[in-house]
């Protein structure tokens, strides 16, 4: 089992930056894949960000440039860096892992509001 915690949302102007960390825990050793996905009321979740155990990362092609994932490893931890925030980012960000038995973890989710 895998326990993902995410922090950092919140509300930002657009053009502002926010840095959203999710801290795992558990059988952390298993995971191949971390994303990061959003929704917005009304719609499918939407994968934003992910990162292999390999380095290999896919963004979306609405935040390429703008967003960047990464991974502490001494942490546990992965963060979704955000600049130049568009209103239209607005949504609950979850974190999401995978793990070498194809199970999928989720976390709680976060707020992000980009005000125009």
């Known amino acids: 089992q895998v326990q993902l915690v995410e922090s950092g949302g919140g509300l930002v102007q657009a053009g502002g930056a926010l840095r959203l960390s999710c801290a795992a825990s558990g059988s952390i050793f298993s995971i191949n894949v971390m994303n990061w996905y959003r929704q917005v009321p009304g719609k499918q979740r939407e994968l934003v960000a992910s990162k292999t155990t390999g380095g290999h990362t896919h963004y979306a092609d609405s935040v390429k440039g703008r967003f960047t994932i990464s991974i502490n490893n001494a942490k546990n931890t992965v963060y979704l860096q955000m600049n130049s925030l568009k209103p239209e980012d607005t949504a609950v960000y979850y974190c999401?892992?995978?793990?070498?038995?194809?199970?999928?973890?989720w976390g709680q989710g976060t707020q992000v509001t980009v005000s125009s």
């Open positions: 999401n892992a995978e793990d070498s038995y194809y199970r999928i973890y």
